[in-house]
């Protein structure tokens, strides 16, 4: 004879009772949940010239307080005697400056020659010819340096294009600090010097080589 086992109703699970746990924990987590505060994700802040109601001029962004003096100046100090018209913006008394607002030696050409291979090759070239990088990718060239046009801008033009832009160009102001563009500015001259040079202002000794650079250059005739 098989041996029957009896089996209670209550060893066996229910499915009620999970029903009622799982309904329970899902009850604490909402509570845990609900409970979170997003001060965090939704700070009580504005964003960048944000309107506001809070002041009478309707605009977050504050002056600053009167007498404020700066820790630092990113775009650094003009020189001495310099004024900050000339210095920031290239302009004077409505007018484009016709030289550099500082003394331009050799360290200064080469800080130009530096910045200018940094932020100008790609568009400009590395002659100033205007055959840059992205140029040669089907972006629009910009005029060459060299050009007769550009050659009889004011220095102060190419300062004041590097800090408000012009055309497909945008400004670089907050790229390049002021004594950096007129850096670049000077070098710009320099390109254009070395491309239409003229011999009488070449140092003797150079001036000297001339013919013989001719000389060698010239085709010869054939026997």
Known sequence: MRRRVAIKRWDRPSRRSWAGEFAA???VALLVLTGCRS??????????LEPSSLFEDGSSARPLVAGTVPRDDPRGAPPAGVPDEVFYTG???GKLVESVPFPVDRAVLERGQERFRIYCTPCHGELGDGRGMIVRRGFNPPPPYASE????????H???????????MYSYASRVPPRD?????AYIRVLQLSQHAEAANLPAEDRNKLPAVDEASAPRSQP
């Open 25 to 27: 924990i899902m009850a």
């Open 39 to 48: 001060e965090m994700y939704e700070q009580p802040r504005y964003e960048p």
């Open 91 to 93: 302009w004077s008394q």
């Open 149 to 156: 046009e550009l050659r009889k801008q004011p220095i102060g």
């Open 158 to 168: 190419y300062f004041d294009v590097m800090t408000r832009g012009f055309g497909t």
């Open 181 to 185: 563009r007129w850096a670049i500015a």
